[in-house]
């Protein structure tokens, strides 16, 4: 891809998060309009994206999709141009159609992965081997060895490869991670909470018991939080998982309603002490003010601090609607004299920023490495979330037994194995 011509960009997956689409109608949720298509066509808008590709899995639902853009988006959005390529072709199914979209992209383009979890690594393997910069939604993979592996075909390949994690990007989360490594001393305990409504379980019965489930959905969200918070200074060595069941089962889907990951953190400063960490999601939660209830305590062995993500302070009551506790800082979907005027949501920086570090890449201003800092959630600096994940999810076959994160080295920091714990 020559200097300073704009990224080209193909978002792989077809649903909520990508286009608001979910069963043939607008997604129940806060996101009917969805987040990566509004994005990027917004980011044409301003002429830092050129090429725009969708892929999805079955064609036929193409037609629907772009019904419900030029509704959701086009109808409410002036100067919004919708045109978007598209793989299959509508009247055709194939779950390898990524490969085909893939190949008619250029190395230096992006590729956005909003997929089923058990996906994401074919996926992304395909568009680095391309060479393309790939962002993917969390959790980037299910288990620590595929991690391991984008983490090679990275750097092997020099591109950039992120997980899509915009909580980094919520004022109030990111002001309390510099608060807390900045003055609340070693980490003692936290406790989190995410929940959806319970008809989200409809919205994801494709894969919700079958490829996954709502630890890596929503627990991910606070343990990269903590991996971020807590980078160089403790790491994660034991996970114990337990769960609640009754709601999904009786919907037919096997897979656990409530999910808690119990895990031990080691602090490699101040003596070495041990943290506690409770990570606790749901997706059987009732139908509230709020789609997705989002909060933490954090406790430091020098101070606390609170937040209530979901609710901050706005609320709106309108006829024909219900109650709602609204959040514009993650999307602003109201328009402001016509126009989408969005762009500093969290949602949308989330990606914007991500494309803004692929075109100093491509334009030899920065390399990829340059972004371990922190600034992004790249895939060399989020092993110890997936190692979480995955040993959440293997104690949780186990029958609730412990497993141990193993590194190389006392004061490693890149997971190498998990193995279960004997006590």
């Given amino acids: 891809m020559s200097a300073g011509k704009k990224l080209s960009v193909l978002m792989v997956g077809t649903g909520e998060y990508t286009t608001g689409y979910v069963g043939g109608t607008a997604a129940d949720?806060?996101?009917?309009?969805?987040?990566?298509a509004l994005t990027m066509f917004d980011l044409r808008r301003r002429n830092k994206v050129e090429r725009i590709g969708m892929c999805g899995v079955n064609g036929k639902k193409f037609p629907g999709i772009r019904a419900h853009m030029q509704r959701m988006i086009g109808d409410v959005y002036s100067n919004m141009n919708l045109e978007c390529e598209t793989f299959p072709n509508d009247d055709t199914a194939d779950p390898e159609a990524y490969k085909t979209a893939i190949s008619t992209f250029e190395a230096g383009n992006v590729a956005i992965i909003f997929t089923p979890d058990d996906t994401h690594y074919a996926i992304a393997a395909e568009a680095i081997s391309r060479g393309m910069h790939v962002m993917i939604?969390?959790?980037?993979?299910?288990?620590?060895?595929?991690?391991?592996?984008?983490?090679?075909?990275?750097?092997?390949?020099?591109?950039?490869?992120?997980?899509?994690?915009?909580k980094?990007?919520?004022?109030f989360y990111a002001d309390a991670r510099d608060r807390a490594r900045e003055g609340l001393g070693s980490f003692q305990y936290?406790?989190?909470?995410?929940?959806?409504?319970?008809?989200?379980?409809?919205?994801f019965k494709s894969w919700a018991g079958k490829s996954s489930d709502i630890s890596y959905y929503l627990n991910s969200h606070h343990v990269d939080w903590s991996e971020w918070v807590l980078h160089g200074i403790a790491r994660p060595i034991r996970v114990t998982g337990t769960g609640s069941t009754g709601v999904a089962k009786a919907k037919g889907m096997d897979t656990e309603d409530s999910i808690t990951l119990t895990v031990q953190w080691e602090n490699l400063v101040d003596g070495r002490g041990m943290g506690?960490?409770?990570?606790?999601?749901?997706?059987?939660?009732?139908?509230?003010?709020?789609?997705?209830?989002?909060?933490?305590?954090?406790?430091?062995?020098?101070?606390?601090?609170?937040?209530?993500?979901?609710?901050?302070?706005?609320?709106?009551?309108?006829?024909?609607?219900?109650f709602a506790s609204v959040n514009p800082l993650f999307m602003k979907y109201t328009?402001?004299?016509?126009?989408?005027?969005?762009?500093?949501?969290?949602?949308?920086?989330?990606?914007?920023?991500f494309l803004d570090a692929c075109r100093d890449i491509n334009e030899g201003r920065a390399t990829p490495d340059k972004y371990n800092d922190g600034s992004l959630a790249t895939v060399h600096t989020t092993t110890q979330g997936t190692a979480i994940l995955e040993a959440g999810r293997k104690s949780l076959d186990a029958g609730g037994q412990p497993m141990d994160i193993l590194y190389e080295g006392e004061d490693g920091l890149e997971p190498v194995d998990i193995r279960p714990h004997v006590f």
Avoid at 29 to 36: E, I, P, Q
Avoid at 168 to 171: F, K, M, Q, S
Avoid at 191 to 201: G, I, N, V
Avoid at 288 to 309: C, L, P, T, W
Wanted: charged share 20%.
């Fill in 29 to 36: 949720s806060d996101k009917g309009a969805g987040v990566v």
């Fill in 137 to 166: 939604t969390k959790p980037i993979v299910q288990t620590l060895s595929d991690h391991r592996r984008l983490c090679q075909l990275a750097k092997e390949k020099g591109v950039l490869v992120a997980v899509e994690v915009h």
């Fill in 168 to 171: 980094r990007l919520d004022p």
């Fill in 190 to 203: 936290m406790y989190s909470y995410m929940s959806q409504p319970k008809h989200q379980l409809d919205t």
């Fill in 276 to 322: 506690c960490a409770v990570y606790t999601s749901s997706w059987v939660a009732p139908k509230a003010d709020v789609h997705s209830q989002q909060r933490f305590f954090y406790m430091g062995s020098k101070g606390e601090i609170n937040v209530d993500q979901a609710h901050r302070g706005c609320t709106v009551a309108q006829d024909g609607k219900s």
């Fill in 335 to 353: 328009p402001t004299n016509g126009e989408f005027s969005g762009q500093n949501s969290y949602g949308v920086r989330s990606f914007e920023l």
